[in-house]
């Protein structure tokens, strides 16, 4: 029986025998630290809150079955409270008006102004989250979750905590065209981001290795193009049912899908897959290597016939506001040739209806009001960048050496690349998205965001390998105030997440440098 099993096996007994859903196994590889042993407090919760005042020596334990009160005919927050009381083992919630003795209210309250804004109160005889909308009960009870032990009865730290997030749009995205992953697998890296507050998942649909969404009248993209994948093996993609599971899915935990379809390069699958959108009308091979800037779509009307069904079909299926086109390392076109294409998928975007996210290169093109900047260089200066957020133009900051969760930690790391990094966990932790961009106002920042890559990574154990402890990191940065931010706390608080990870059977790295608990 391998890892994973052994340890699902191990945290069903434990749901079963204690009615927790999360179990303290930790195991420490050669050559690191003695993990350390503590309570949890206020000061544990990741990632930090706006406020949180503890209430010292009081404490609340939630009770086997507790009972879990919404307001009266609110439909978000029974759905919230349904998915707490499936984590905790609680009664079917019910209607109720207010706090319940010895369980847990999840309360809509006008009062609390901010989409995902969440006030949090624990008394010695209850738990109250009060908020103006789903998404902020839903928050509330990540926040809770932090509170919870890891084991045993759940104890859990009086005191209250209001929060609200720094950013509006706090992202994750997981490339599944280098390597493809199945459904299973992307509604578990949605659960591990959702638990840190993410609300956005960027899924990266197609490149040259592989195509992986279903279009109607272009069948050869997945019956050919997704035949592959890195390294070669039997690729993959998902039908368009399996791409509103996957919606679906998300908006259970308050998380919006953008998806991309990179234009004009990274664009191989699609061209062996139709040999009209390549300029020479030859249809190259397969490919299954990680080299980039090779490929491009051709500037002309067979190009905008397709990209019009493609990204309309995405449209259709997407209820975001945003669809992603890509727009980097398209080295083989000319800058005239590169500007048309990105102008027109931006007009086509925009006449289905959503708004344009591209890799921060489409500054090349004339940006529609509506398009969004992805920003991933190293450099944190770049003219273009700086004429179209002075223009109004909002930017999201994945810059590589923070952000990209698939550099490797340091030279040992068994997976993972090195073009920007090692990254460690300090560097993903240790930046300000408000400052990084020289000459671009705070103001032009509309969140943040962790990109998994994967030439490297081709099972779920390598995407939490490189994703934890980072993603958590770079959550906080996206989420918790600058005036939060400090490395020698974060790390205790990260090293508190240990158990928890465990629980789940998660393959997290154990970098040297954070206390991990045991």
């Not at 070669?232 to 935990?253: E, L, N, S, V």
């Not at 952000?403 to 997976?415: E, F, M, N, W």
Request: proline share 7%; hydrophobic share 45%; aromatic share 8%.
């Amino acid at each position: 029986m391998g890892r994973r099993a052994v340890l699902a096996l191990i945290a069903a007994v434990v749901i079963v025998a204690a009615g927790v859903g999360t179990w303290a196994l930790a195991t420490r590889p050669h050559g690191q630290p003695e993990p350390v042993r503590r309570v949890l407090t206020f000061a544990d919760v990741l990632p930090a809150p706006a406020e949180a005042v503890a209430a010292p020596g009081v404490t609340f334990t939630i009770p086997p079955g507790a009972t879990i009160v919404t307001s009266p005919d609110d439909p978000e927050a029974a759905r919230v409270a349904t998915y707490l009381a499936g984590l905790i083992g609680a009664a079917t919630p019910r209607p109720g008006s207010g706090p319940v003795e010895g369980g847990i209210a999840l309360l809509h309250d006008a009062a609390v102004t901010g989409d995902e804004a969440y006030e949090l109160e624990v008394d010695a005889h209850a738990v109250t989250i009060r908020a103006g909308s789903g998404a902020g009960l839903f928050r509330g009870v990540q926040t809770l979750r932090q509170l919870m032990p890891a084991s045993g009865p759940l104890v859990i730290p009086g005191g209250r905590i209001d929060d609200r997030p720094r950013y509006a749009y706090r992202g994750a995205m997981l490339d599944v065209a280098r390597h493809f992953f199945d459904v299973a697998a992307v509604e578990r890296f949605i659960d591990l981001a959702a638990m840190y507050k993410v609300n956005y998942l960027h899924l990266h649909l197609s490149d040259d290795q592989g195509w992986r969404i279903a279009v109607d009248g272009w069948p050869r993209l997945t019956e050919y193009g997704a035949t592959t994948q890195v390294g070669g093996g039997a690729g993959g993609f998902y039908t368009q049912d399996d791409y509103r599971a996957i919606i679906a899915y998300a908006a259970t935990r308050y998380m919006t899908v953008v998806p991309e379809i990179d234009l004009p390069g990274h664009t191989n699958a699609a061209l062996a897959s139709y040999a009209q959108l390549s300029c020479d009308g030859t249809a190259p091979p397969l490919f299954t290597g990680i080299a980039v800037g090779f490929s491009a779509l051709c500037p002309d009307d067979a190009t905008y016939s397709f990209l019009d069904d493609v990204l309309g079909e995405l449209a259709a299926l997407t209820p975001g506001p945003y669809l992603h086109i890509g727009g980097d390392e398209a080295s083989t076109l000319t800058a005239g040739d590169y500007a048309r294409i990105v102008d027109r998928a931006q007009q086509i975007v925009t006449a289905h209806g959503k708004a344009a996210v591209g890799w921060h290169d489409a500054a090349k093109a004339d940006l529609a009001s509506t398009t969004v900047l992805e920003y991933w260089s190293t450099n944190p200066y770049d003219e273009r960048v700086v004429a179209a957020a002075a223009s109004g133009t909002r930017v999201i900051l994945a810059p590589a050496n923070h952000a990209y969760l698939d550099q490797k930690y340091d030279q040992g790391t068994r997976i993972g690349l090195t073009w920007a990094g090692p990254t460690s966990v300090e560097e993903s932790y240790d930046w300000d998205p408000a400052t990084y961009l020289s000459r671009v106002d705070a103001s032009a920042v509309l969140g943040v965001e962790a990109p998994l890559w994967t030439e490297t990574v081709a099972t779920v154990d390598d995407i939490e390998y490189l994703a934890l402890p980072r993603l958590a990191a770079i959550a906080e940065v996206a989420w918790s105030p600058s005036t939060t931010h400090d490395w020698s706390t974060f790390r205790e608080r990260l090293g508190a997440q240990a158990p928890r990870w465990d629980a789940l059977g998660v393959d997290f790295a154990r970098v040297v440098g954070v206390p991990w608990v045991t």
